[in-house]
C-alpha cells in the first residue's frame, strides 16, 4: 500500500487543543502546585520516554519492508552500505499472529526496534548519570507529578491507537519511518536540553540585573522559575504543533517537515 498523505485534511487549532491544554497543564503546577522546574522537565522527560516506548511496540506491526536507498537518516541498526538480506525482508515475511482484532507482529522489526529502544533511552538517560540527576528525581516524586506522568502514558496510547492502529497505518509504514518519529524527538529534547540550559541561564542572569537596575527589586526565585518553565512549555508546544502539523497536514512545511518520516518510494 503506497503512503500517500495528499488524502489528509489540513489540521486545525480545535483539533489541537487538548493537546495544547495538556502542554500548558506544567505552568498550572507551577502556579498552584509548587512545582519546580526539575518536576516540570521529569514529565517532559518521562514523556518522551513513553512516545520511545509506545512508537517502538507500534513499530512490530508496520508491515513495509525497510527501504535504504535513496535515505539520509539511518537508524541504529541499519547503515547506508548494509543490504538487507532478501530471506527476512522479502515479499513473504515471517508473522506472528496475536488475534483476530489484532494486526500481526514482524518478527523482522525486532533488532531495529531494540536497538532504537537501547539508543534512545541511552541519550534520555545520559543528562541524568552525567549531572548526578537520579537523586533529585527521587526527591520530586509527588502525588500530583504521578498523575501527571499517568495521564501522559494514556494520552500517548490513545493517540496511536487513533492515528496508528484505527487508520491501519501501520500497513503504510516500514519499522524504520515508525521509528523515526520519536527518535527524531529524542534528538530535539537532547538539543533544547542543552541549548535551553545555556541560553535560559543567562537570560535568568540578564533579567535580574535588568529588574534590579530599573526597579530596584531583585524577582524572586518562584518568578525566575515560572520564567523559565514559560520557555520549556512554549518550546514543547513548538515541538507539538509542528507534530501535529507533520501527521495531519498533507503538506507541512517548514519545521514540521523534520518530524515526517522519510519514504524513499516517494521520491
Known amino acids: 500500500m503506497e503512503f500517500d498523505r495528499r488524502t489528509r485534511n489540513r489540521p486545525t487549532v480545535i483539533s489541537f487543543a487538548p493537546v495544547l491544554v495538556a502542554n500548558l497543564l506544567p505552568l498550572g503546577g507551577v502556579l498552584w502546585f509548587d512545582w519546580r522546574i526539575g518536576e516540570v522537565l521529569a514529565i517532559y522527560w518521562i514523556e518522551v520516554a513513553v512516545m520511545l516506548l509506545a512508537y517502538s511496540g507500534a513499530a512490530l506491526f508496520a508491515e513495509r519492508r525497510i527501504v535504504l536507498e535513496g535515505r539520509n537518516l539511518f537508524l541504529p541498526g541499519v547503515s547506508r552500505g548494509k543490504e538487507l538480506s532478501e530471506s527476512r525482508w522479502g515479499d513473504n515475511p515471517t508473522t506472528i499472529n496475536l488475534g483476530r482484532s489484532i494486526p500481526p507482529i514482524y518478527p523482522r522489526n525486532i533488532r531495529i526496534v531494540v536497538m532504537s529502544v537501547v539508543w534512545g533511552l541511552g541519550f534520555l538517560l545520559l543528562p541524568l548519570g552525567s549531572f548526578g540527576l537520579f537523586p533529585v ?3 520530586i516524586v509527588s502525588p500530583s507529578l504521578i498523575a501527571a506522568v499517568l495521564a501522559t ?3 500517548h496510547l490513545v493517540e496511536l491507537r487513533r492515528e ?4 491501519k497505518r501501520y ?3 516500514s519499522a524504520h519511518m515508525v521509528l523515526e518519529i520519536p527518535c527524531r524527538v529524542v534528538f530535539f529534547a537532547i538539543v533544547f536540553l542543552a541549548f535551553g540550559t545555556l541560553v535560559g541561564g543567562f537570560f535568568c542572569f540578564l533579567i535580574v540585573n535588568i ?3 530599573v526597579f530596584g527589586v531583585v524577582p524572586t526565585r518562584g518568578t525566575l522559575e515560572f520564567l523559565f518553565v514559560t520557555g520549556v512549555v ?7 504543533w509542528s507534530r501535529f502539523r507533520a501527521e495531519n497536514d498533507p503538506e507541512p512545511s517548514g519545521f514540521a517537515s523534520w518530524f515526517v518520516p522519510f519514504d524513499p518510494r516517494s521520491e
Do not use: P, W, Y
Not at 512554549?234 to 507539538?240: A, D, F, S
Open 137 to 139: 528525581v527521587e526527591s
Open 211 to 213: 529588574v534590579r537596575e
Open 234 to 240: 512554549l518550546g514543547k508546544l513548538v515541538v507539538e
Open 164 to 167: 496508528f492502529f484505527a487508520t
Open 153 to 155: 502514558i494514556g494520552s
Open 171 to 173: 500497513q503504510e509504514l
